[in-house]
Structure formats: structure tokens, C-alpha cells
């Protein structure tokens, strides 16, 4: 069952997600390879965020144009897109979690805006999500920050050598942001051939790891994590704004004010309506994710960090400016509170994918015991 579930789990989450997942497949030459890095969300948005390598500071809000606007908007499209597909395709799944509550499908969009401000948000017209310029560039800088701190050593080296940046040195996140955009000129001023050009390149080269393709690869394998972090956390934060529009958070909060008013306390009620809220958006969101995974978790293959709320809750938050402990008058639920609420719901659903995993795997084994006797 293992082996032919793996590929179709790849598969779903190539077919599914936009290109930069797919850069690092065999049997792409070094051109194809350097193209596929260069054009990722990840890099691109370094580009944009970080366009001189003077970098001042690492929160400097960035001037824009409309078109780098408009791209971002198409990214952060698609990557909804992502969502919805994978709701309808869960979606009798999704409804049983969330007892009945969950619509079938709804309209989303995604507005981008450029105030400094820290939006993430849906509209009043509950189908535009609204996120800001300043959310998107603490997508990144919460990529680069969470890999630095929490990637092996030597998989890091591979890609970023920052074993020389201290984790208290001033300015770390600065210089952090430096090497990559150092690493990132390199793998531009890579030469690059088509597959019998890096053949040859292979056999003319002096050593075999100064030709382009086994460099252009293995940087393409040892940036899968950076990747992934960084498209795993707006995958996190856009599946729970989607999650507030399908699992009508908005009829459901006036309905709880209105119930609220026969309270003692009508804004405490209305509060703890609120933080429920959030915490089912957040449930939403990692269960939906967990399951774009397939039979198996990722980080198995090396494509770790895809449910996103971990570098989400630990980085983007904060880099993001959202106000830790207080939203509409109310005390927020605890940042780690709400990281270790998504852990335990994600951990559970593998629990149970392997439960019946291992249950699938029994009756294949009586089954084939059954026809050899
Ligand atoms: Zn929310």
C-alpha cells in the first residue's frame, strides 16, 4: 500500500500546489532547474521586498508598483485557489469535523493593499480576504528567520552557510536576509545548459560538483525547506480566513452577540464567541492542510513545514505587527496556546490516517494468506 500511495501523495500535492514544489524533479536539466528556483514565490518576493542588497533594516516597509501588487494578489489567488479545490475535495470530511456548520463551497478573493498596516482580514462583504503588503513581506522574513533557527545544520549549510551569524547577534535577521540574496545573485550568475549540454558540462567539468546540474539540484533540494515554510505559512493564514467565510463565522458571531445580550456580561460572551472563533478557523486551516498531504506526513519525503501554522505562530505573527493579546477590545487566545492547539489537532489526524492505514494493511495481509493457502 506504502508504495503505491507514496507517488499518488506527490502527485496530488504537485498537481495541487503552484510551481515551486515541482523544481527540484529528476531528470530536469540545469536551465529548467535554475528557471524553477528563480521563478518561486520565494525569490521572487526577495526581489521585491529587498530589491538593492543595501539592506538598511529587515522591516523597512517596501515601495511597490502596481504590477509587483498585482503579482503578489495572482500568488496569493492561486494559492486559494489551492484551498478551495482541496475544501470541495474534503469537503464531506470537513463538514463531519466541523458538525454540519461547513457550506459546501464559497466566493473568495483576494485583495492586496500597501498601508503598513497589519491586515489579514475578511471584508464586510464576507468574500474579499484583505492582506496587506506588510503581511506578505513577513511571510517571508518568518521563512528565513524559522529556517535559520530550526533547519539540521548540515541541510542548512548546504543551501545558506549562516553558521557564522550568532542567533543573538544585532541585526541577525539583516545579515540573514543578506546571504540569501548573496546566494541568491550565485545561482543567477550559474551558467545553465539543456540536459546533453549538462552531460557534457558533467564529464568537462574538473570536479564533478563545480558543473551546473549537481550544483543547481542540490541547491534545489536544500531550499525545499526554506519553500516550504514560506508557502506553508500563507497557505496557513489563507485556509483560516477562507475557514471564517465557509464555516460562516460572521452569522454565527451575530448570532452569538444577539444571544449574548441576555447575558450578564454581554461583551465577555461576546469574546469568548469571538476567541472560539478563531480557534475553529485555526482548527479549519490545519485540518485542511493535514490532509493536502495525503496518506503520508511530508516531512517523511522532505517536504516538511507544508500545515504552516508552526513558523506562522512563532514568527509571522510578531513580524507582521498583529497585536499579540488584544483584537476588538477582547483578550486574544496566547500565541503558544494557539500553536499547541494546532499541533494536537494535526498530530491527531495522523493518529488516525495511521490507524487506518494499519488497518487497511491487516486485511491485505489476511487477503493474501487467504489465497496462498
Ligand atoms: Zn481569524
Same mark, same amino acid.
Given at each position: ?46 526581489? +521585491? ?15 511597490? $508598483? ?49 498601508? $503598513? ?89 574538473? +570536479? ?134 494546532? +499541533? ?30
Amino acid at each position: 500500500m506504502l508504495s503505491v500511495k507514496l507517488p499518488l501523495a506527490l502527485l496530488t500535492l504537485t498537481m495541487l500546489l503552484p510551481s515551486c514544489c515541482t523544481c527540484t524533479c529528476s531528470g530536469s536539466s540545469s536551465g529548467k532547474i535554475k528557471k524553477g528556483i528563480l521563478n518561486s514565490y520565494l525569490f521572487k518576493a526577495a526581489d +521585491r521586498f529587498y530589491p538593492t542588497t543595501e539592506i538598511s533594516s529587515a522591516d523597512k516597509f517596501p515601495r511597490l $508598483n502596481d504590477k509587483q501588487l498585482k503579482e503578489i494578489e495572482q500568488e496569493m489567488a492561486d494559492l486559494l485557489k489551492t484551498i478551495q479545490k482541496l475544501h470541495s475535495k474534503e469537503y464531506n470530511y470537513v463538514n463531519k469535523v466541523f458538525v454540519g456548520r461547513a457550506l459546501a463551497k464559497a466566493d473568495a478573493k483576494i485583495k492586496i493593499t500597501s498601508r $503598513n498596516v497589519p491586515i489579514c482580514q475578511v471584508a464586510p462583504d464576507n468574500a474579499t480576504i484583505e492582506l496587506d503588503v506588510k503581511i506578505a513581506q513577513a511571510l517571508f522574513r518568518g521563512a528565513l528567520l524559522d529556517y535559520f533557527d530550526h533547519t539540521d545544520v548540515f541541510f542548512r549549510e548546504q543551501f545558506l552557510k549562516v553558521s557564522d551569524i550568532k542567533p543573538d547577534e544585532p541585526d541577525r535577521e539583516g545579515k540573514i536576509i543578506k546571504t540569501f540574496m548573496k546566494k541568491k545573485s550565485e545561482i543567477e550568475r550559474t551558467a545553465t545548459h539543456t540536459c546533453v549540454g549538462d552531460v557534457f558540462d558533467m564529464v568537462s567539468a574538473d +570536479r564533478l560538483e563545480e558543473s551546473s546540474w549537481p550544483q543547481l539540484a542540490g541547491v534545489g533540494l536544500s531550499s525545499v525547506g526554506l519553500m516550504n515554510r514560506y508557502q506553508g505559512s500563507a497557505l496557513f493564514m489563507i485556509a483560516h480566513e477562507y475557514g471564517h467565510i465557509v464555516l460562516q463565522h460572521r452569522e454565527r458571531l451575530k448570532k452569538a452577540r444577539e444571544e449574548g445580550l441576555k447575558e450578564k456580561d454581554p461583551i465577555a460572551a461576546e469574546c469568548q464567541a469571538r476567541a472560539g472563533l478563531e480557534s475553529e478557523a485555526d482548527t479549519y486551516a490545519v485540518v485542511l492542510l493535514t490532509n493536502l498531504q495525503g496518506p503520508i506526513p511530508m516531512e517523511m519525503v522532505g517536504m516538511d513545514k507544508i500545515t504552516g501554522y508552526d513558523n506562522f505562530f512563532r514568527y509571522v505573527y510578531q513580524l507582521g505587527g498583529f497585536p499579540e493579546d488584544r483584537q476588538q477590545d477582547c483578550s486574544y487566545p496566547d500565541l503558544d496556546q494557539r500553536r499547541i492547539l494546532a +499541533r494536537s489537532v494535526e498530530e491527531a489526524i495522523w493518529q488516525k490516517k495511521e490507524d487506518a492505514l494499519s488497518m487497511e494493511l491487516d486485511k491485505q495481509f489476511i487477503k493474501l494468506i487467504e489465497k496462498s493457502q
